[in-house]
């Protein structure tokens, strides 16, 4: 961990940050934070709904869920093309896509 509490360190180009040895790509940093706050708590339901699927060995229910889990991945831009690779109009499509996506499979 870095300096600040609970922050994991960051590779020094801010792409990834590193978890127990490991690389990780890091959330896209243009991010509103309301956005970034509600993509994340649309991750956490989706691996909440991965574990309860599995648990009740649902398959259909799984496919489901984890679909969600890479949508919201995605648009956080941990996964698909790299944030700093995409314009800044390109990367609010990705978020925005994903959140009318997610919302409406509320």
Do not use: F
Not at 98 to 104: E, Q, V
Request: hydrophobic fraction near 35%; glycine fraction near 4%; proline fraction near 5%.
């Amino acid at each position: 961990m870095c300096a600040q509490r609970g922050q994991p360190r960051k590779t020094p180009d801010d792409h990834y940050v590193v978890i127990e040895g490991r690389r990780w790509r890091a959330t896209d940093p243009s991010l509103p934070e309301e956005t970034a706050a509600r993509l994340r708590h649309h991750l956490t339901a989706a691996r909440r709904a991965v574990r309860s699927a599995l648990s009740a060995k649902d398959v259909d229910a799984e496919r489901t869920a984890r679909s969600r889990v890479q949508w919201a991945r995605t648009a956080l831009g941990e996964r698909g093309t790299p944030w700093w690779e995409q314009s800044l109009h390109e990367r609010r499509a990705r978020w925005e896509r994903a959140l009318g996506r997610l919302d409406d499979e509320k």
